[in-house]
T-cell receptor
Framework: DGGITQSPKYLFRKEGQNVTLSCEQN?????MYWYRQDPGQGLRLIYY???????QKGDIAEGYSVSREKKESFPLTVTSAQKNPTAFYLC???????????FGPGTRLTVL | GQNIDQPTEMTATEGAIVQINCTYQ??????LFWYQQHAGEAPTFLSY????GLEEKGRFSSFLSRSKGYSYLLLKELQMKDSASYLC????????????FGAGTQVVVTP
């Protein structure tokens, strides 16, 4: 089955700790994205990657970091520098940049 | 930058029709997407419009007017399972692969 997986579905962390969210896809997509969703707001782009070993900041990259060492994987690290990390995080991928983006199931991060 | 507006919430009865409007202001338009998102789940792709006109897919249709910066998603023969948030997203030519999302319209279908 082809698709995008994110793990875990729910994640709890103490304030001041870094945490890494996983995103894997077996769709052979070149482009991958990370979004953050807060209640009452649209999805906001954190980082995106068009090819392996390359990524660009989105609109709200501060306090986050990513890597793209493999085509299938695009992990997101939420660092302690992120002021308000509690949110629903969504990973997406597309064949290439201008194509339809398909989303993973999301990770709900709660920082206590 | 981009400004994308859609109503916050709409309520309709099972079997009825609902039209969700989306207006946008962009510098360089390269397509508009509609997604459906049930609470706590991932958005799922519904439609894509880049040329003016109506695209029909079963009970769902999407319309685009580029000159007016306007789109709508039409949901016909509403079912209870259509209760969800509907997201309008615009892709611009100056942001390769980047989508700008509206805040979403929560559709509530009542019996």
């Amino acid at each position: 089955d082809g698709g995008i997986t994110q793990s875990p579905k729910y994640l709890f962390r103490k304030e001041g700790q870094n945490v890494t969210l996983s995103c894997e896809q077996n769709l052979n997509h070149d482009a991958m994205y990370w979004y953050r969703q807060d209640p009452g707001q649209g999805l906001r782009l954190i980082y995106y990657s068009q090819i392996v070993n390359d990524f660009q900041k989105g609109d709200i990259a501060e306090g986050y970091s990513v890597s793209r060492e493999k085509k299938e994987s695009f992990p997101l690290t939420v660092t302690s520098a992120q002021k308000n990390p509690t949110a629903f995080y969504l990973c997406a991928s597309s064949t290439e940049g201008t194509d339809t983006q398909y989303f993973g199931p999301g990770t709900r991060l709660t920082v206590l | 930058g981009q400004n994308i507006d859609q109503p916050t919430e709409m309520t309709a009865t099972e079997g009825a029709i609902v039209q969700i409007n989306c207006t946008y202001q962009t510098s360089g338009f390269n397509g508009l997407f509609w997604y459906q998102q049930h609470a706590g789940e991932a958005p799922t792709f519904l439609s894509y419009n880049v040329l003016d006109g109506l695209e029909e897919k079963g009970r769902f249709s999407s319309f685009l007017s580029r000159s007016k910066g306007y789109s709508y998603l039409l949901l016909k023969e509403l079912q209870m399972k259509d209760s969800a948030s509907y997201l309008c997203a615009v892709m611009t030519t100056d942001s390769w692969g980047k989508l700008q999302f509206g805040a979403g319209t929560q559709v509530v279908v009542t019996p």
